[in-house]
């Protein structure tokens, strides 16, 4: 959650890929999952609950814990 700044209505969460292929093979199955699109169309059966994504594809520094 947003502990600082104006929205406290954001989702953030972090993925970690070996490399684009693996992103690209990974989130391509998660988008045709069947259990994904069962819970998302039961999410949205009265409409949208996100109303904007943004994806931003980031690299760790040298000195991050996420390394």
Same mark, same amino acid.
């Given at each position: +959650?947003? $502990?600082?700044?104006?929205? #406290? /209505?954001? *989702?953030?969460? !972090? $993925?970690? @890929?070996? =490399?684009?292929?693996?992103?690209? +093979?990974? @989130? #391509?199955?998660? /988008? &045709?999952?069947?259990? @994904? !699109? &069962? ?6 059966? =009265?409409? /949208? !609950?996100?109303? #904007?994504?943004? =994806? /931003? *594809? *980031? ?6 814990? *996420?390394?």
């Amino acid at each position: +959650t947003t $502990l600082i700044g104006e929205s #406290n /209505q954001e *989702l953030t969460y !972090i $993925l970690a @890929w070996d =490399s684009m292929a693996d992103r690209e +093979t990974k @989130w #391509n199955a998660f /988008q &045709s999952d069947p259990d @994904w !699109i &069962s819970a998302r169309a039961k999410t949205e059966e =009265s409409g /949208q !609950i996100v109303g #904007n994504i943004v =994806s /931003q *594809l *980031l690299t760790p520094t040298a000195f991050s814990a *996420l390394k």
